[in-house]
């Protein structure tokens, strides 16, 4: 994985020119034409080359979807990671470091550059790199410093979408179930993967709240295009969102990550894919929805919840909720997944929003 390339560049014996006849060894008195009194001068060149793109190294493979521990030390080191895309590919490195400034660069399969990244400053300690395969076969990711006399570990994470992801053991990703918060945390420069089957045409969103950290959501169909991106515009925004309809049949991949460098924290993030059955976790709102009855609910930061009735075409509907400490968003969909209503206080000071409606379908 990791290789320290040194070069010692020497002075090569001269063509043509006299040796000294004892020793048959370069005499720098009789090139150079120096008058020299204290016995040989010696003249050399030192130099340290990395060279990007060399062939034929034992490079290690990165995991999809796990976190790839390395270490910079001593601080010339270069260390080389590979991933096989296919042509199409999305793919999205990251890397959190301690002590030291992280720079990627990544190499398509015929050694050409095709992305770098590397932090404007030595305090920054996170950085990510977002692309697309263009090419199949073997890509390289080198990491090394930016800057001089900087060691110290890191962690590597790679999204190669579509794929298989290998989640370790206490890590965030996996599968995500419709309707049930799903808790984990972002470390340092780490991304989480996660999926869900959808049909076309589905209503699908997802929320995510966290803390310490803004949530940078983005989603990808199942041929690894991305079809949605949420981040806020500021770094004191710990809650987002995404509102879509499924295009493709398939299976959909959630990419959580933190939108600033030197982010990380806990967060929560919620599925509501319509229509579908649905979960509700023990503790948790949600399910069905009592006629003439007031269902109390309570959420938590990007927290949703699905609550479901029957109804014959032509019913009239009346929904209305009444919140404390935050404003109501109501979204009320048919039985085919097609959103009938959308109603949200224009202000943040809203805390009580209805619907009326009459149902077209039964």
């Known amino acids: 994985m990791r290789r320290n390339i040194g070069f010692g560049l020497r002075w090569p014996r001269p063509g043509g020119v006299p040796v000294d006849d004892e020793h048959g060894a370069f005499n720098p008195r009789r090139v150079l034409g120096w008058p020299c009194r204290v016995g040989w001068v010696l003249a050399s060149v030192l130099a340290s080359v990395l060279i990007a793109g060399i062939q034929g190294r034992a490079d290690t493979p990165l995991v999809n979807g796990g976190r790839n521990v390395g270490e910079i030390n001593p601080a010339t080191d270069v260390d080389i990671w590979t991933l ?16 030291f400034t992280p720079r990627i660069q990544l190499h398509d399969p015929t050694d050409a550059v095709v992305g770098t990244t590397s932090q404007g400053n030595g305090f920054g300690r996170d950085d990510v790199l977002v692309g697309r395969a263009t090419n199949a076969g073997v890509y390289r990711v080198f990491v090394d410093g930016k800057f001089g006399n ?152 990007g927290d949703l919840d699905l609550w479901t009735f029957s109804a014959n ?41 209805m619907i009326n409606v009459l149902a077209t379908n039964a």
Request: proline share 5%; charged share 15%; aromatic share 8%.
């Open 84 to 99: 096989t895309a296919k042509a199409g590919d999305a793919l999205i490195i990251r890397i959190g470091t301690t002590n």
């Open 150 to 301: 900087q060691t110290g570990t890191y962690g590597l994470y790679l999204a190669d979408i579509p794929g298989t992801f290998d989640v370790p053991a206490g890590d965030g990703g996996g599968d995500l179930p419709n309707g049930v918060m799903q808790g984990a945390e972002l470390t340092l420069g780490d991304l989480d993967t996660w999926t869900f089957a959808a049909n076309a045409g589905d209503a699908l969103m997802l929320r995510v709240g966290s803390t310490n950290f803004t949530p940078w959501l983005q989603l990808y169909g199942p041929g690894g295009g991305l079809v949605g991106e949420a981040m806020n515009g500021n770094g004191f925004s710990v809650d987002d969102w995404l509102n879509l309809t499924a295009t493709n049949t398939g299976t959909y991949t959630l990419v959580v990550m933190a939108k600033y460098l030197n982010q990380s924290g806990s967060y929560g993030v919620n599925l509501a894919r319509v229509p579908g059955s649905f979960v509700v976790a023990p503790g948790d709102e949600g399910g069905a929805l009592v006629n003439g009855v007031s269902q109390p609910g309570n959420l938590v930061l």
């Open 313 to 353: 075409a032509g019913d009239a509907l009346m929904l209305r909720l009444g919140a404390t400490n935050f404003t109501p968003w109501l979204r009320l969909f048919a039985p085919d997944g097609t959103l009938v209503s959308d109603t949200e206080t224009g202000n943040g000071f809203g805390r009580d929003e």
